[in-house]
């Protein structure tokens, strides 16, 4: 089997020759493997580094399968306006002005003010180095403070559809049979955290249910468009986010979220493409409900300390037909073991895993940079010699 066998196998339930080894990789690896040092403005597209073909060369060096994530639209996935096509695009009757504040070469901030003829909104971000190959950036205040900064967004924000697919269209000529490409979108509760503070989302369906569930109305056609437009671009998988749905109880995400994720993830499926759900954080309490998603596949199974997944609590709970990808710690464990302690581990793992099947070998997320290459192949090597079924 090539990569792009053996992943769309996988990600069916059906057999593979092996347990494909296919890591959660961001852009930082790509730029310290070839010692590029990216800007702020251009992290996501550098007008001199090509990171979409380098990923794949990157996978190469290690024999991974590429499930290539680069391949992405990245504006609202990390609240980067640096390539948004929609919410800071001026348009008609959305007129938009930005300015930049830059402190060096490693801090920028943006603040992005938007006039409508119902009123006016506002987001500021921060974008920030915190190594070498990474840049980070995150809302400082975002545009939906009250209901009316909502009805401003809902009646006047710019078609959802327009954005750039160009990485997703590298991504696929690059991969080739080596893999599939991955692109990343939000789930229904994830999205409004681009837009709302995390704290009044989480909150919002207790204090104003009517008021939550508008929101998710407007925003979940709008990924849907998104998601159409990626498929279209070559996407052949999309990675759906609900990280911060494990930070709600198992009754609120039952009440509030699982059908509003279902409505989601059912439309991407229709499009032909199977569905990855990303929850790379806390979800013992939570994952029972995943057997009702209509998601072909679970990462990233995060134990603790960073978060609370027993790999035989999940395994004895989740539906054995669900694909599952990820639990090896790359915060820690993969930074500071040693090549054998990570053998080890990789093998652990797969001999509690195999006998189910439906296994992708991944990290619980993106590798950093300055993780030892030695352990980084110790995964690999050990994927391969113990992954065979």
């Not at 024999?63 to 980067?80: E, K, P, R």
């Not at 895993?353 to 690999?380: C, M």
Request: hydrophobic share 40%.
């Amino acid at each position: 089997m090539n990569g792009r066998e053996r992943l769309i196998q996988a990600l069916r339930g059906q057999p593979t020759d092996r347990v494909p080894i296919a890591p959660f990789l961001y852009y930082n690896s790509v730029y310290e493997m070839f010692k590029y040092r990216p800007q702020i403005e251009t992290f996501f597209n550098p007008p001199d580094f090509d990171p979409i073909e380098k990923f794949v060369e990157f996978c190469d060096y290690f024999g991974f399968d590429v499930l290539h994530t680069l391949g992405s639209v990245w504006d609202v996935w990390v609240a980067n306006t640096m390539m948004d096509q929609t919410i800071v695009c001026s348009d008609e009757n959305w007129d938009v002005k930005i300015t930049d504040e830059k402190h060096g070469e490693d801090e920028l901030l943006r603040t992005v003010a938007i006039h409508t003829p119902g009123g006016d909104l506002r987001h500021v971000e921060k974008h920030e180095r915190t190594s070498e190959y990474l840049i980070v950036s995150g809302t400082l205040e975002y545009l939906i403070k009250e209901s009316k900064d909502f009805e401003i967004l809902r009646r006047y924000a710019p078609a959802a559809d327009r954005m750039d697919c160009q990485l997703i269209r590298r991504a696929r000529q690059a991969t080739g049979d080596k893999g599939l490409v991955d692109a990343n979108t939000h789930g229904s509760f994830n999205i409004l955290g681009m837009f709302r503070k995390l704290d009044l989302i989480l909150t919002d369906p207790l204090t104003d249910p009517v008021f939550f569930q508008e929101m998710v109305d407007y925003f979940l056609p709008r990924l849907v468009q998104r998601a159409k437009k990626m498929v279209e671009a070559g996407a052949d998988v999309v990675e759906v986010a609900g990280h911060w749905t494990g930070q709600v109880g198992p009754r609120i995400f039952q009440k509030f979220i699982l059908e509003n994720e279902n409505r989601l993830v059912h439309a991407i499926r229709e499009l032909g493409v199977p569905v990855i759900y990303h929850n790379c954080g806390d979800a013992a309490k939570i994952m029972r409900f995943y057997n009702d998603l209509e998601i072909d596949c679970w990462g990233y199974l995060t134990p603790p300390p960073y978060a609370d997944v027993v790999l035989e609590e999940a395994l004895a709970t989740l539906r054995p037909t669900l694909t599952l990808r990820g639990n090896i710690d790359q915060v820690n464990f993969l930074v500071t073991a040693t090549p054998q302690q990570v053998r080890e581990k990789v093998r652990q793992v797969l001999e509690t895993v195999k006998p189910r099947g439906n296994w992708i070998l991944s990290t619980t997320d993106f590798i950093f940079d300055g993780t030892p290459y030695a352990n980084i192949h110790a995964l690999a090597d050990a994927g391969l010699e113990y992954g065979v079924y």
